[in-house]
């Protein structure tokens, strides 16, 4: 099956094997020839019981499926009505998934990268962090990049940010944009000064590393 070229999309794609899409742990449903990611989002928390012992076997058993390339999306989200400390709790415990499973993780962050970066340093996690929907400006990538992460671009971006951004680090999504995963990319590389299709390999060879190489 081809390498997805998009890490992160709330849409089923044309082509099932181009895109990692997002699912709760309800809506799962895997379909052959598609890649998914699979975690609890910080806005629907209270929709699981994820401390009791039922729950956690069946989310494991969920992530361990081979067509789940990553867990998320995790993450911190100021601006939902989640109590932040009930949002960290669940995400050291989608941390500590990844870590025991061996995948990336893919995280939503809004206003709560200063909290990001603590959870970081006490967790000192050795599987990939992904922020998706990077939309910050340059010191704040630059902040990130630093400390590991990987960044994803959707439809909306800081065009600035992209232009500083090292290929090495970068993912191309479409969230739930309407637009193709082809036309992302163009845009990206027109904001770059680069062709489509070197972009396109910069980014598979960074998918290759970061999904499949464990």
Known sequence: MPYPIDI?????????EQAIVNCLPDTF???????????LHPWYLN??????????LSFEKVLRHPQV??????????????PLKYQQEAFRYQTLLAETIGKPLIIHVVKAVDELLALQK?????VPWIIHGFRGKVTQATTLLNH???LSFGEKFNEETLRQMPVSRLFIET?????SIGRL????ADVLGIPTDSLKESVQRNIRKVFFSR
């Open 175 to 179: 969230d739930e944009s309407q637009k």
């Open 47 to 56: 929709n699981y019981a994820w401390t009791d012992k039922d729950f956690h």
């Open 69 to 82: 390339l990553a867990i998320g999306e995790a993450g911190l989200d100021k601006l939902t009505q989640i």
């Open 8 to 16: 992160h999309t709330h849409h089923v794609p044309i082509l099932a």
């Open 148 to 150: 590991g992460f990987y």
């Open 185 to 188: 990319y163009e845009h990206a």
């Open 122 to 126: 006490e967790l000192k996690p050795s």
């Open 29 to 39: 449903h895997p379909q052959p020839q598609c890649w998914y990611s699979v975690g």
